[in-house]
């Protein structure tokens, strides 16, 4: 079973500067994507960010161009840099994983435990 370990969460101001990282704990199995999602209080799970082969990115709107995200394929781990956070970015964030066993098989999803990140003054 793959896991995901997560951290880099915590408190920062507003326009402050936070990085995430996750590392998947099984190398030997095919990555077709990375990502980031976040759920507030009372809110469902939303994407944050997605990086998938090539390297190609895809962002939330609200986070365009404050985040961003990177991969490093040989280590299976996967960074959000999250830049001139505000006080709406507060949330848990959980990392994502779609896994193949062989380039055969059907992908699936893991999730990590989730990491929380609060934006406040």
């Known amino acids: 079973q793959v896991q995901l370990v997560e951290s880099g969460g915590g408190l920062v101001q507003p326009g402050g500067s936070l990085t995430l990282s996750c590392a998947a704990s099984?190398?030997?199995?095919?990555?077709?994507?990375m990502g980031w999602y976040r759920q507030a209080p009372g809110r469902q799970r939303d994407l944050v960010a997605t990086?998938?082969?090539?390297?190609?990115?895809n962002y939330a709107d609200s986070v365009r161009g404050r985040f961003t995200i990177s991969r490093d394929n040989a280590k299976n781990t996967v960074w959000l840099q999250m830049n001139s956070l505000k006080p709406e970015d507060t949330a848990v964030y959980y990392c994502?994983?779609?896994?193949?066993?062989?380039?055969?098989?059907?992908?699936?999803?893991?999730w990590g435990q989730g990491t929380q990140v609060t934006v406040s003054s």
């Open positions: 994502h994983a779609a896994v193949r066993t062989s380039l055969f098989s059907t992908p699936k999803n893991y």
């Open positions: 099984e190398t030997r199995f095919i990555i077709d994507a």
């Open positions: 990086i998938i082969s090539g390297d190609s990115t």
